[in-house]
């Protein structure tokens, strides 16, 4: 395992000095390296079976090849199918934040204060409810909040996650790397109408008091008859 942890940065710098080493060719001389390369992995492939590739193999040629569109890996001679390129960089960002999302301390995490906050007011004004009323009202809870995410080339963009408390089912309607006030509110919209697609009733949406939040973001969830519940700083719900 170690020896392959060091063979992903070897793949790394050594592909770095091809491209430096590609630099002062011409495009004629490229364009024949290029015949020549495909040309012979032609010939390996007609005298080799199916070559076995290690996850370092498989996040270089993810990251080198994530970039182009799917009719343009169709056209090139790879070893694996375009599809395949695709679900090796899913793969691998998936891998990468599992790890990052693991807790850092066994256990159940905390109720988040907000929650915490919202319950205790649904006890105030229906003091007739139990606890398992009290329980019963988490589907009708919605919380959504901001976090970020890197691409293999270190693009970074901006996800608006929602998560239904009752199922714990996460929605995610899209990602951009600037998270305007008209993007933000268009988001809340898909999620407003994909709850009423899938039958869900919301009446409380909790969130923090990021400034990336319009005002008409607010106003939309209230036309939905969805009441918009703040924490008391700009935190992470």
């Not at 490229?30 to 498989?58: C, S, Y």
């Not at 070893?79 to 679900?87: F, Q």
């Not at 006890?123 to 995410?149: K, L």
Request: one cysteine or more; glycine letters at 4%; proline letters at 5%.
């Amino acid at each position: 395992m170690f020896l392959m942890l060091l063979r992903l940065p070897y793949l790394a710098l050594s592909s770095v000095f091809t491209l430096i080493r590609l630099w002062p060719l011409s495009e004629k001389d490229k364009d024949a390296e290029i015949l020549v390369l495909r040309h012979q992995l032609a010939v390996l492939q007609r005298q080799a079976g199916k070559p076995t590739l290690t996850w370092p193999d498989r996040a270089v040629l993810a990251a080198l090849l994530h970039q182009l569109p799917r009719w343009k890996l169709r056209r090139l001679h790879l070893l694996v199918s375009p599809d395949t390129v695709l679900r090796w960089h899913r793969d691998l960002l998936r891998r990468r934040h599992a790890q990052e999302s693991r807790p850092k301390r066994p256990g159940r995490a905390r109720t988040v204060r907000s929650i915490r906050a919202l319950v205790l007011r649904l006890v105030d004004e229906n003091p007739g409810w139990g606890y398992r009323r009290v329980h019963s009202q988490a589907q009708a809870i919605v919380a959504i909040d901001f976090f970020e995410t890197r691409t293999l080339t270190g693009a970074r963009l901006t996800v608006l996650a929602a998560i239904e408390h009752a199922t714990r089912r996460i929605r995610i309607h899209g990602a951009t790397a600037r998270p305007t006030a008209q993007w933000v509110t268009q988001v809340g919209r898909n999620l407003a109408m994909d709850l009423q697609d899938s039958g869900v009733r919301v009446k409380y949406l909790i969130r923090d008091r990021d400034a990336r939040y319009p005002a008409a973001l607010d106003a939309l969830l209230a036309h939905e008859g969805i009441e918009t519940v703040k924490t008391g700083s700009a935190c992470h719900a």
